[in-house]
């Protein structure tokens, strides 16, 4: 059922000994893993294939940049191998491995530390999670949960089912693209799904697909076993540099994600983790490539939100003019900020939500505020080509 796992460049014969004496210092620092089902995929022929940029390392992962924990997870951990941020989810971090290593992970200190994040043991997490009966989500996470053998997944699924509020369990999983044979070839684990997702309480499925060319006839056919078990299927996926960044790929993905009713949810702006700076993007390109792969989109597969991952909650970005952006807490650590709307100068240098600095107006949308006349005078009425409050997009 599992792969066999490649850890090594020396095992990967697109790869030339020149090649893998240049990329040794980026292998001391981040581990590179996957398996022959995944480098099937790539196009040796071009040096900057993007299934080759997504899992082979590049040297450009050297160059100092970001921080190892970009938002600030550690602070959202209430017992051992649980993180709990948003009021109704709860994370549990069940696994420390996953089917590969994407280059650009935000996680990769959970693979360069000893994962004291990751607990196996999972009664602290549990416990915690029958104490509060506002976690109606559990989001099984890790690295990933299908890494997992399927008696081990199944005793954790069964677990979450004695306790009653826990409505929505999510896996989230890159194993549909990384080795869709993981699902194949497993009819335990469909099984598992079928019993535990019944009624009210569904199993989600978050998976992560990147590019177009991971949605192979096997990976259809993963998820398509998936849907029948009864699994909803979403799908969110970083913008990233050399990967997805063309408008008409994203446009690709989001499309064919729609027509095998896999469901888009979050377009993430690149964390900037450690190692990720060839794989950035300034967050108003990001937001332009985003708005322009979704003008090419049906209702359907445009239903993505483009978000960063702050520590302080799900950030929106929801709109640009040539002089502000506008951003809105989609979700919130702190639930006074839920629907919080902001307005900052332009800043095309941007990165990430801390790079803006220039605050032009507050509000909370569907709260007075935002609409109350004087904010709106004092703020978005001043703004060019802007009438009433209503943000123009791009
Ligand atoms: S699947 Fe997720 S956790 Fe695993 S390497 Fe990729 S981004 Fe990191």
Redesign the pocket.
Same mark, same amino acid.
């Given at each position: 059922m599992d792969p066999t796992y490649i850890v090594s460049l020396d095992k990967v014969a697109g790869i030339s000994a020149q090649e893998r004496a240049r990329l040794a210092p980026v292998m001391d620092l981040f581990a590179f893993r996957s398996n022959d089902y995944y480098l099937s995929l790539i196009d040796w022929e071009d040096t900057k294939d993007p299934i080759r940029r997504l899992i082979i390392p590049t040297l450009e992962e050297l160059e100092p940049w970001g921080r190892l924990d970009p938002s600030s997870e550690h602070l959202y951990t209430r017992a051992p191998g649980l993180q709990h941020k948003y009021r109704e989810t709860a994370l549990l971090l069940v696994s420390d491995l996953?089917g @590969?290593?994407?280059r650009y992970?935000?996680?990769?200190r959970l693979f360069i530390e000893d994962a004291r994040e990751v607990n196996k043991e999972l009664s602290g997490g549990l416990a915690y999670i029958r104490d509060h009966p506002e976690i109606t989500n559990v989001l099984l996470t890790? @690295?990933?949960p299908l890494v997992l053998d399927t008696g081990r997944l199944r005793d954790i699924l069964a677990r979450l089912r004695e306790i009653e509020h826990v409505r929505i369990i999510r896996i989230g999983t890159?194993m549909p693209a990384y080795y869709p044979y993981r699902i194949l070839n497993d009819p335990a684990l469909l099984d598992a799904i079928r019993e535990y997702s019944l009624g009210e309480k569904s199993i989600y499925i978050m998976a992560?697909f990147n590019h177009p060319r991971e949605l192979t006839d096997a990976a259809c056919r993963a998820v398509a076993l998936l849907q029948d078990a009864g699994a909803v299927i979403m799908n969110q996926t970083p913008l990233i540099r050399g990967i997805n960044d063309d408008p008409a790929v994203l446009s690709r993905l989001l499309g064919r994600l729609s027509f095998i009713g896999v469901n888009p949810y979050y377009v993430f702006q690149c964390r900037p983790t450690t190692g990720n700076r060839p794989f950035a993007i300034p967050v108003e390109e990001s937001y332009r490539i985003f708005e322009q792969a979704r003008a090419t989109c049906s209702g359907l597969s445009k239903q993505a939100r483009f978000v960063m991952s702050h520590a302080t909650g799900k950030i929106e970005v929801v709109g640009m003019t040539d002089e502000y952006t506008f951003f809105k807490y989609n979700q919130a650590a702190d639930p006074d900020d839920i629907g919080r709307f902001m307005v900052y100068k332009s800043n095309p240098q941007a990165y990430w939500f801390d790079d803006y600095t220039d605050l032009v107006d507050e509000g909370r949308l569907g709260g007075s505020d935002l609409f109350d006349a004087g904010t709106a005078d004092a703020g978005i009425a001043g703004m060019p080509g802007e009438t009433g409050g209503s943000p123009g997009v791009l």
């Open positions: 996953c @590969g290593l994407c992970c935000f996680r990769k890790g @690295g990933d890159k992560q």
